[in-house]
């Protein structure tokens, strides 16, 4: 079982920046991706950045050159650096790890972390 912790999230004005971090323990092994989603008050839970085991990044187009995704693999953890942060940026953030052992792909899910940015 692999738990996920996740940090940094808060009340920050437009404009503004905040770094997400998410650590995980447990049995971590074959991961095969790290990401972030969130999800806004009646909206569906959303892509917003992964990164897979080789380093290749993909980003929401609503956040790229803003957002920034990277992981340090020794510490398990990934993060998320927000700048120019907006109010439509404001979410539940949640940390994803997808682990794949063919042919069984498995996803552990973060409790989440409350994004808020103020106009």
């Known amino acids: 079982q692999v738990h996920l912790v996740e940090s940094g999230g808060g009340l920050v004005q437009a404009g503004g920046s905040l770094r997400l971090s998410c650590a995980a323990s447990?049995?971590?092994?074959?991961?095969?991706?790290m990401g972030w989603y969130r999800q806004a008050p009646g909206k569906q839970r959303e892509l917003v950045a992964d990164?897979?085991?080789?380093?290749?990044?993909n980003y929401a187009d609503s956040v790229k050159g803003r957002f920034t995704i990277s992981r340090d693999n020794a510490k398990n953890t990934v993060y998320l650096q927000m700048v120019s942060l907006k109010p439509e940026d404001t979410a539940v953030y949640y940390c994803?790890?997808?682990?794949?052992?063919?042919?069984?792909?498995?996803?552990?899910w973060g409790q989440g972390t409350q994004v808020t940015v103020s106009s």
């Open positions: 994803n790890f997808r682990a794949v052992i063919a042919p069984v792909i498995y996803n552990y």
């Open positions: 990164i897979t085991s080789g380093g290749r990044t």
């Open positions: 447990g049995r971590i092994f074959s991961i095969n991706a």
